[in-house]
């Protein structure tokens, strides 16, 4: 998972930056295909005493955006990544769950259920 963040008013040292990345892998896990690596846009801020975080993952022309905000930063970011990681489970489960088969009363499914 390729993670790429943006700071408002906010720098990151490069252990905090391993930090960030780690935070979504999980999310990294259930959204990788084989085709190519998915990619999350994280934008960090802070106003006074408040931090913000928000991280964007574009995944089938689905946009999936987590934000999460609080006094600590790493606790706005796990947050963040957690509300994605939700919705990229429950997206998942509904493409899963869809139903495949034809719909009654179209040609042919009429036959199916009459045998």
């Excluded at 892998?25 to 990788?32: F, I, Y």
């Excluded at 994280?42 to 089938?60: I, K, M, P």
């Excluded at 946009?63 to 939700?86: C, M, P, R, W, Y």
Aim: charged fraction near 30%.
């Amino acid at each position: 998972m390729k993670v790429t963040y943006a700071g408002r008013h906010v720098e990151l040292s490069a252990e905090q930056t391993g930090r960030l990345e780690s935070e979504f892998e999980n999310v990294g896990r259930l959204l990788d295909t084989k085709k190519g690596e998915l990619g999350v846009r994280v934008v960090l801020s802070q106003d006074r005493h408040l931090n913000s975080a928000e991280a964007t993952a574009n995944y089938h022309n689905h946009e999936l955006v987590g934000q999460g905000s609080n006094a600590d930063l790493f606790t706005a970011i796990h947050q963040a990544a957690g509300k994605l990681e939700a919705q990229a489970i429950r997206l998942k489960e509904k493409w899963r769950d869809g139903k495949r088969g034809a719909k009654i009363g179209e040609a042919g499914a009429e036959d199916a259920v009459s045998e």
